[in-house]
């Protein structure tokens, strides 16, 4: 049987598959949710006006002019000051001191004094952050298929923790900035592999829950990141306590596993082998030792396990050496392929050449799409979070809002994927975000009659934030299911690069709030967002295929989803039929093995059965 099979036989959502899936979920989203979203504490921008003399600041409004900023608010002027208000009302700027008023909050912002003509400094170190992101995912995400999933997830883990306590010790902002683009490159090199290795651990029926739950773990991820930052008030201790939680991940080298669907890829067979019987005996599920799971060239075959397998006397009253399989019911051959079927599977080719992402029409156009869909969900999404402070009331509270409009969302995305596949959820999410972030450019602060409408702002914003979190969950297992293994990690990457470019167009977005342009990325998130759910309608469906293997799978696949629903509807009976004849077969097993068992204790004597192990 092909890889999938195999994976769909040991697996399900049993001990081993969740054992894994709630290890990486934690060891990939507390430093990408931490690292990455905790400049919005850090780089948070106080309340602050000139320094005045301590005789002045008795009364700051009357040496402080009020003003009306770009954006629209109104309030003391954050750049300028009176030369003598008790003679004239001159005004000149600030000489590089201010005072905050940031209630206990020690940021970079005041730290470096990055207000006034260097108030995009602070966005721009979020913009540096996912220039390393863009970075790694060109460099390292191809180090993911060369040298493994587990690997680069625990070495990237071990970096993160070292570079992120350096960026504690800045001591310029130059430096902060160059640790924080390091930091960007090592959290996604530690996001793809890990990511990579969930959705291979699972086969194609249980892929897409699989998938879409890792959002929960990064819900949970996101939602501590406000309770910390509120308790801990200094960014220098606070990047400390979030980066030395990931050194503790280094411990996975001896927990972890390989993919197994990257050890075929990679023609390690035998470990392949080795470790599905490892995760059957773990779930407990019932497979011969001795039966081959996995098909391969003729020339690296074993010998072909007896079909008549028994289990001796021996077997049944001598505890094993492996206390994982006697915890689990007595074996159950699987039923080899049929020569034909073998010599079918053995014309085709494991490794797809890289080339191939390029000149394949099918692999070309399902990567120019999802990196679009990329760019439009990290550019929304991000803009959106960076953005929390621009939004009325308390930016701990808003953040937390954004978070759990998340929950409800990734629900809907679930149900959705299962219900009506991936294509149509993706175009349906990408619209209901687009519109509602549109509206909000034409609607002002207050009402003609003075009513406060920012209510209505905040709420207008988090339906778009709920529409691009679903669809962001839909997106990350779509774009992986439309490639083959050997070239998954890969072409993750490259469609990723556009999207780190909108996540690099956020932070500038975000800033774009603070000028009198504030209203111009709301339309542009607006046109991006629909522009993009539509394109998807080009891409092929995957719910319910097995993830592509070859380029064979791939035009399969892409021809299945174009009109041919009988083709479609057939493979999918053929698929219900194969699943009904091996319970079938298993159900045979077990009942021959009962019976064996019961001529056993009646002949004293014992029968000469064979022990095949």
Not at 123 to 129: D, F, G, P
Not at 130 to 136: A, P, Q, R, V
Not at 209 to 227: K, N
Not at 438 to 467: N, R, Y
Request: proline share 5%; aromatic share 10%.
């Amino acid at each position: 049987m092909d890889i999938d099979e195999a994976l769909r036989v040991v697996g399900g959502y049993r001990r081993y598959h969740l054992t894994i899936f709630i290890l990486l979920g934690v060891s990939m989203f507390i430093p990408v949710a931490w690292q990455g979203l905790s400049i919005v504490f850090m780089a948070w921008e106080p309340p602050h006006w000139c320094r005045l003399d301590d005789a002045s600041t008795n009364n700051i409004s009357v040496h402080i002019p009020i003003v009306r900023e770009d954006n629209g608010n109104v309030g003391l002027s954050k750049c300028t000051k009176y030369v003598n208000s008790s003679i004239d009302y001159n005004i000149t700027t600030c000489t590089n001191q201010w005072t905050y008023d940031n209630n206990g909050y020690y940021t970079v912002v005041e730290q470096w004094n990055l207000v006034c003509q260097r108030n995009y400094l602070s966005e721009l170190s979020q913009t540096a952050y996912h220039l390393g992101c863009l970075f790694s995912e060109i460099v390292f995400s191809y180090l993911v298929d060369r040298y493994g999933r587990k690997m680069v997830h625990i070495v990237s883990n071990l970096a993160i923790s070292v570079v992120g306590i350096a960026t504690a010790f800045s001591n310029t902002f130059i430096t902060f900035i160059v640790l924080r683009t390091i930091l960007g490159m090592l959290t996604v090199a530690c996001l793809n592999s890990g990511l990579t290795e969930i959705m291979e651990l699972f086969d194609s029926k249980r892929r897409a829950v699989a998938g879409i739950s890792l959002e929960f773990q990064w819900i949970f991820c996101y939602l501590t990141l406000p309770i910390l930052t509120y308790y801990i008030t200094d960014w220098r201790i606070l990047q400390i306590a979030l980066s030395i939680v990931s050194a503790i991940f280094v411990i996975y080298f001896w927990i972890l596993p390989e993919s197994p669907i990257w050890l075929v890829a990679a023609g390690r067979h035998d470990e392949a082998e080795k470790l599905l019987h490892q995760i059957a005996r773990w779930n407990g599920v019932p497979v011969d030792p001795n039966t081959q799971l996995l098909s391969r060239p003729e020339s690296s075959l074993p010998l072909k396990p007896s079909a008549d397998y028994a289990l001796s006397e021996h077997d049944m009253e001598t505890p094993s050496d492996n206390l994982v399989t006697d915890l689990v019911p007595p074996a159950i051959p699987v039923q080899p392929r049929s020569t034909s079927e073998s010599a079918a599977r053995k014309k085709r080719t494991m490794s797809v050449p890289l080339k191939n992402l390029f000149k394949d029409k099918y692999l070309r156009l399902y990567l120019v799409i999802c990196s679009l869909l990329w760019l439009a969900n990290c550019f929304v999404y991000y803009a959106l979070i960076l953005s929390t402070p621009s939004l009325a009331g308390n930016r701990f509270i808003n953040f937390l809002i954004m978070g759990f409009v998340e929950l409800p969302a990734v629900f809907l995305a679930l149900y959705t994927t299962q219900k009506f596949g991936r294509r149509i959820p993706t175009c349906v999410y990408h619209i209901i975000a687009g519109v509602p972030i549109t509206i909000v450019t034409f609607i002002p602060k207050t009402s003609a009659s003075g009513t406060d409408l920012s209510a209505l702002i905040v709420t207008l914003v988090m339906i778009s934030k709920f529409a691009i979190s679903a669809s962001f969950s839909v997106v990350i297992l779509y774009a992986k299911e439309l490639f083959p293994t050997n070239l998954r990690g890969t072409s993750s990457g490259v469609c990723q690069v556009l999207g780190r470019i909108g996540a690099i167009l956020a932070p500038m977005a975000a800033y774009a709030t603070k000028t009198s342009y504030y209203w111009l990325p709301n339309i542009i998130f607006g046109f991006v967002s629909i522009a993009v759910g539509l394109l998807t309608l080009v891409l092929p469906e995957t719910s319910g295929h097995p993830l592509p293997q070859t380029l064979e799978d791939v035009h399969r696949m892409a021809t299945g989803s174009r009109g041919h629903h009988t083709n479609d509807a057939k493979s999918k009976s053929t698929r219900k039929e194969e699943e009904e004849a091996v319970e079938q077969q298993q159900q045979q097993q077990q009942q021959q093995q009962q019976n064996s068992k019961s001529q056993l204790n009646n002949n004293s004597a014992g029968a000469g059965m064979v022990d095949t192990r």
